[in-house]
Every structure is written in structure tokens, then in C-alpha cells.
């Protein structure tokens, strides 16, 4: 169906397209102005930053790659702690008291060899221990005493001699019992007290004097008390009994005290005596009976013997 528009709109529609409209002509140069002189291009701002587009991951070349390796450990952030010197420290004592406990069981056990009797080592320890021995205080008092006498042991025996006895022989030196013997007497109580050396070439066990050694010495000693009482000036032993009650250490000073017993008579008698340390312990007890033979003429021993 054909629609007739009026004349006067066809009219008037004819006249707008005849005639150039002014505002195409203004699009018209705005556009050829352009191409000379184009608009500044203004970007858009968008709240969120536009995304990438996705990258393909690499394919996995074998089945070991497919599984993510462990995140390496991350390192500890505390501080770390000072080294406590404790441990250096009960180190150095302990190694201190193991290297000094092991000297001294190395000479207890082992000692060094002794200088031989009558040597100029053996001659300079003898000097050392007379000097050690006048310090001891029952040297001193004794010594200071006018009703005690005193002497060195065997003066009375010559020279000779000496070599030939047990107890000057081969028991003699710094190393035995010659380093220090000295007898000091009571005329009234008839007691004597001796004051002797232990030395280190006597020992049973290690640091420890022998147990004979000790008879031999108890034995001359509880001899000499009762020579003393007998008109005679002689004597030998009859009986001996001794009881030890502790170790007598070599490299030592001890005393020993003889007391004659009541009964004595011109050839028979009694001596009890013990052995003590310098302070006063007693380590053995003895007790001998000592007699001058009928029909046997011995040797008068005098009274420094």
C-alpha cells in the first residue's frame, strides 16, 4: 500500500536535501582538521588492573616433574644460643685429677730406682732427712728435755762392722732405715723412744713396709730397752708377739716406744712396746722376752748401741 504524504512535507523534505545544512559542513572541516591535528586520545581508568592473558604451562617431560618439589626450610628466626663453658671447664678438672692421680699410682707401683748406700745421692738425702727430722716436734721436745738422753743409733758399733749387720748393711741409706735413727733414753724410767725412717727400698706392697722388715725393727729396738736393764750390757730374744693394726707407709717418720715391764732380773725380763706415727697412731704392738744365755759369753753392745 502506497502512503501520499502532503505536498507541503515532500516540499519541504525536498529543500533540506537540495541544500547543504551548515552544521555538515562544520562536521565536514572538523573532520579534515582532524586528519591534521588529531584529538589527544584520553585512556580510561578501571578499578581493577585488566588481566593477562593465560601462558600456557610447559608440558612435563617425565612423571617426576609432575609433582611439586618440597618448599625448602625456611631458616629459624630465634638467636641462636651461646656455647656454655661448663663442659671445657669440668673437662680441664677432670683431666687434671686423672693425670695426678695416674703420677702417683705410677710411683706407688713403680717407683725409681733408690741410690745405693753410701753413694752422693744417698749421702744428700740423708742430709735432707736429718734436717726434715729435727723439725718434728718429739724431736724437739725430747731434745730440750734434760731427763732424756739422746744418740745416734750404732754409734757404738766400729765401722767395720757396719757393712756386716742386717740392719746397717743392707738395710741401710736414705733408702731403708739409715736415713734417720736416733734413740733418745730415760735413766729413770728405763723407757726408750726411737725416731726412725721408713724408706721406700722396704715395702711388701706398693707404699706399704714390709711386714718382716718391721719384726726386724720392733725386734732390735724392744732389744736395745732391755740390754739397757741387764748388768750384762747383752742379751738375745727368747720370744716375740706382735700385732700389726695398721699399714706402716713407707718414705716415713715413726716413733717407737719401748717400756720394760716389772720382773726384771739380771738375766731375764720383759719389753712391750708399739710403733706410732708421728701424730700419735698407733700401727703395731709388740711384746718380747729377751734373756742372757747361761754358758754363752756374747759381746758387751755399751749403751750407744
Not at 559542513?25 to 584520553?42: E, N, V
Not at 742379751?235 to 706402716?248: D, I, M, S, W
Amino acid at each position: 500500500m502506497i502512503t501520499r504524504l502532503p505536498a507541503r512535507v515532500f516540499l519541504q523534505t525536498a529543500r533540506s536535501i537540495s541544500r547543504p545544512s551548515t552544521r555538515c559542513l562544520c562536521i565536514s572541516r572538523l573532520a579534515s582538521s582532524s586528519s591534521r591535528h588529531p584529538f589527544p586520545q584520553f585512556n580510561r581508568q578501571y578499578s581493577t588492573e585488566p588481566t593477562s592473558p593465560p601462558t600456557e604451562s610447559p608440558r612435563p617431560t617425565d612423571l617426576r616433574s609432575q609433582f611439586s618439589s618440597p618448599a625448602p626450610p625456611q631458616p629459624s628466626l630465634r638467636p641462636t644460643a651461646k656455647r656454655s663453658l661448663r663442659p671445657y671447664i669440668y673437662a680441664t678438672i677432670f683431666f687434671t685429677i686423672g693425670l695426678t692421680a695416674g703420677q702417683y699410682v705410677r710411683l706407688v707401683l713403680a717407683p725409681p730406682p733408690l741410690p745405693p748406700a753410701g753413694s752422693k745421692e744417698d749421702t744428700l738425702m740423708v742430709e735432707h732427712l736429718q734436717k726434715q727430722a729435727e723439725k718434728l716436734p718429739i724431736v724437739q721436745s725430747l731434745s730440750t728435755d734434760p731427763n732424756w738422753t739422746s744418740y745416734e743409733a750404732y754409734s757404738s758399733v766400729p765401722d767395720p762392722e757396719l757393712s756386716h749387720r742386717l740392719t746397717t748393711g743392707p738395710l741401710g741409706g736414705a733408702r731403708a732405715i739409715g736415713g734417720f735413727q736416733r734413740i733418745f733414753g730415760n735413766k729413770e724410767s728405763g723407757e726408750i723412744v726411737t725416731v726412725i725412717w721408713f724408706g721406700g727400698a722396704i715395702a711388701g706392697w706398693p707404699g706399704v713396709t714390709h711386714g718382716g722388715v718391721t719384726a726386724t725393727i720392733m725386734d732390735e729396738i724392744l732389744g736395745r730397752c732391755a740390754i739397757r736393764q741387764f748388768p750384762a750390757q747383752t742379751g738375745v730374744t727368747a720370744n716375740l708377739e706382735l700385732n700389726y693394726l695398721k699399714p706402716v707407709v713407707t718414705n716415713s717418720f715413726y716413733v717407737i716406744r719401748a717400756i720394760p715391764e716389772k720382773g726384771f732380773t739380771e738375766r731375764k725380763g720383759w719389753v712391750s712396746g708399739r710403733l706410732e706415727t708421728a701424730d700419735g697412731r698407733v700401727c703395731v704392738e709388740a711384746k718380747g722376752l729377751f734373756v742372757v744365755p747361761k754358758g754363752i759369753k756374747l759381746r758387751r753392745l755399751g749403751d750407744n748401741f
